[in-house]
């Protein structure tokens, strides 16, 4: 069975710092990995999908890595401010049809 | 564009009763997809439609649970019998090719409460 893991569940940082948020996963046999982010009380917005072939993605000041082989993929943000403050949500695709999720990281911007 | 959309946002059953939650993907999405997210959890899986087709339903927690999509886009998820444990958020995603090459779009979730 595919088990996502997020670490750490939760990060405070201060305003302007790059940070990284990690996501393993146990089952190498994916088909891609998305990286969303979730605001309190909202539905999911996509941040950046890794095909399995791909080892990165970038979008702004977000760059999702992805190693197959060792089972994982950081999300880095770069110069982060007090907006980027959210639930981090991994999510692996298992047979082209079912996300499989982490826990998230719940991320504080402080000003 | 319109993305996904949900209705209704929030909804209080009493135990025992029935619900239905709708969702409306993205128009000419192909793939739909339910997940149910418990509080401070991740979003896990319960369905997945391709067109009318229900090709995956293995997620669904038990008989009381039934989802459909009669004509290839707007779906219900229906739960009979409510219990306190069906408490949680149903989020519907909408992908626009019945492959994994593209991203799921997710709405913005109803939030079941069974008192």
């Known amino acids: 069975k595919q088990e996502v893991t997020q670490i750490p569940a939760a990060l405070s940082v201060p305003e302007g710092e790059n940070l990284v948020l990690n996501c393993s996963f146990t089952?190498?046999?994916?088909?891609?990995l998305q990286w969303f982010r979730q605001d309190p009380g909202k539905g999911l917005t996509s941040l950046l999908l890794?095909?399995?072939?791909?080892r990165e993605q970038t979008s702004g000041r977000l760059n999702a890595s992805l190693d197959k082989s060792s089972g994982r993929s950081t999300l880095y943000i770069a110069a982060s401010q007090p907006g980027d403050s959210a639930t981090y949500l991994c999510?692996?695709?298992?047979?082209?049809?079912?996300?499989?999720f982490g826990q998230g990281t719940r991320l504080t911007i402080n000003p | 564009g319109a993305g996904v959309s949900q209705s209704p946002r929030y909804k209080v059953a009493k135990r025992g009763q029935d619900v239905a939650l709708r969702c409306d993907p993205i128009?000419?999405?192909?793939?739909l997809f339910w997940y149910q997210q418990a509080l401070g959890q991740g979003p896990e899986f319960l369905t997945y439609?391709?067109?009318?087709?229900?090709?995956?339903k293995s997620g669904l927690p038990s008989d009381r649970f039934f989802a459909e999509r009669p004509e290839g886009s707007v779906s219900t998820l229906k739960i009979q019998r409510t219990q306190q444990e069906d408490s949680a958020v149903y989020l519907c995603?909408?992908?626009?090719?019945?492959?994994?090459?593209?991203?799921?779009?997710f709405g913005p979730g109803t939030r079941l409460t069974v008192t």
């Open positions: 995603a909408s992908r626009y090719s019945g492959t994994g090459l593209n991203e799921q779009y």
């Open positions: 089952d190498s046999a994916i088909y891609n």
């Open positions: 890794i095909q399995s072939s791909q």
């Open positions: 999510a692996v695709l298992r047979g082209a049809q079912k996300l499989v």
């Open positions: 128009s000419g999405h192909v793939s």
């Open positions: 439609f391709q067109n009318e087709a229900q090709l995956d």
